[in-house]
């Protein structure tokens, strides 16, 4: 008998198989991505690399946006026309954030991160991720953060800011946890 599929979860699998084809390059069989994998799944190493300013994460991001919308590589993304550049940067930073405030909820800065229920592959496929206001949804601030007290004094009205402000202190410290705990150097 022939075996039926839910196209809507085929193509979800087939977005994220062309999706994470860089980060499997980069990350070998250190973790199995596919079209589950939220940012919560990923281990500490891997959010530590998609955190941290390099060219090497600049296009394991790029190639996640282009090929998961079956639009070429990282090469391409900048060569893209004006408006659908401008989209895929606002994703960008977008994913770049998602990334980076799972950091600071593992710091235990964040109690939880804007779309932590939805799948990585389903925020780069959400139409939402690609518009401007994206760029100003984030997380409220546990009273471990450092801008706590100040977000309570502007109500959240200064909130991506404030939370933003510390993402170096945050990745400072974060780093030194990830090398503490790893195996390499126990």
């Known amino acids: 008998m022939a075996e039926i599929l839910c196209f809507a979860s085929h193509n979800k699998r087939k977005t994220a198989q062309r999706g994470f084809r860089e980060w499997r390059r980069i990350f070998g069989s250190a973790f199995h ?4 994998t939220r940012w919560a799944d990923l281990p500490d190493e891997v959010i530590l690399f998609l955190c941290e300013e390099s060219p090497e994460r600049k296009n394991s991001l790029y190639d996640l946006l282009m090929s998961a919308h079956c639009g070429g590589s990282a090469r391409d993304f900048e060569a893209q026309a004006f408006d659908r550049l401008t989209g895929l940067l606002n994703a960008y930073f977008l994913i770049s954030d998602q990334a980076r405030f799972e950091c600071m909820r593992r710091l235990g800065w964040l109690e939880r991160i804007i779309r932590e229920n939805q799948s990585i592959v389903e925020i780069v496929m959400d139409a939402g ?5 994206s760029a100003f949804e984030v997380p409220e601030p546990t009273p471990a ?3 706590y007290e100040e ?14 402000k510390f993402i170096p202190e945050a990745l400072r410290l974060f780093k030194e946890r990830v090398k503490r705990e790893s195996p390499a150097t126990q």
């Open 33 to 36: 991505f596919d079209e589950n």
């Open 129 to 133: 991720s690609y518009e401007y206001s």
């Open 145 to 147: 953060h450092p801008a």
């Open 151 to 164: 977000d309570l004094q502007s109500r959240g009205m200064d909130r991506p800011a404030l939370v933003r």
